[in-house]
């Protein structure tokens, strides 16, 4: 069984940084974990991922060039750094984690609040 927890959420003006972490428990060797965001009134969208071998990431358009997702292995967290952050960034952020097999996100953490004033 593999959990995910979410956090580092926070208020932070535009133009501003702000680090979101994922904690993996369980055997993850062969999971792409992922970001997504729910913005109020939008449906949720994807934002990056990266598989846990660290050999590949994916960002979404909006945030390519902003943010970055890496890992520490010693930790088995995922890191997803934010620079340059938008008022359109402001969501709740949500750690998603699959195995490489699976076409849907399988396990999700409870979500973490980034809000990003002008």
């Known amino acids: 069984q593999v959990q995910v927890e979410d956090s580092g959420g926070g208020l932070v003006q535009a133009g501003g940084s702000l680090r979101l972490s994922c904690a993996a428990s369980?055997?993850?060797?062969?999971?792409?974990v992922g970001w997504f965001r729910q913005a109020p009134g939008k449906e949720r969208e994807f934002v990056s991922s990266?598989?846990?071998?660290?050999?590949?990431?994916y960002y979404a358009d909006s945030v390519k060039g902003r943010f970055t997702i890496f890992m520490d292995n010693a930790k088995n967290t995922v890191y997803l750094q934010m620079n340059r952050l938008r008022v359109e960034d402001t969501a709740v952020y949500y750690c998603a984690a699959r195995r490489f097999s699976m076409v849907s996100w399988e396990y999700w953490g409870q979500g973490t609040q980034v809000t990003v004033s002008s």
């Open positions: 369980g055997r993850t060797s062969d999971y792409l």
């Open positions: 990266i598989s846990m071998t660290g050999s590949s990431t």
